[in-house]
């Protein structure tokens, strides 16, 4: 079934920027559409931000101060995150759009302290 790795979780402070990346035991070619999502504590689960071929899209919120991007050589797909604000606290996980390819991976914490 194949299993997602994400990386690059931390804590920052407001304003502040990382970059998560995803590791995917299986070739991300064979995926169209792959996606990031996050889970903040008491919240359901979000889709932020999908790239479908060379096509991406964001969530209203995110819009602007994320960027999703892909290697396939690699099979990586990668989350910049500029100007993060306190409400992006989450665990941030990546996988298919939808999410029926992978079992869902362990995540990253990112916490934006204000």
């Known amino acids: 079934q194949g299993q997602l790795v994400e990386s690059g979780g931390s804590l920052v402070q407001a304003g502040g920027s990382l970059r998560l990346s995803c590791a995917s035991s299986?070739?991300?070619?064979?995926?169209?559409?792959m996606g990031w999502y996050r889970q903040a504590p008491g919240k359901q689960r979000e889709l932020v931000a999908v790239i479908s071929g060379g096509i991406m899209d964001y969530t209203d919120s995110v819009k602007g101060r994320f960027t999703i991007s892909r290697d396939n050589a690699k099979n990586l797909v990668y989350l910049q995150m500029n100007s993060l604000k306190p409400e992006d606290t989450a665990v941030y996980y990546c996988?298919?759009?939808?999410?029926?390819?992978?079992?869902w991976g362990q995540g990253t914490q990112v916490t934006v302290s204000s």
């Open positions: 996988n298919t759009r939808p999410p029926v390819q992978f079992p």
């Open positions: 299986r070739s991300t070619l064979r995926f169209n559409d």
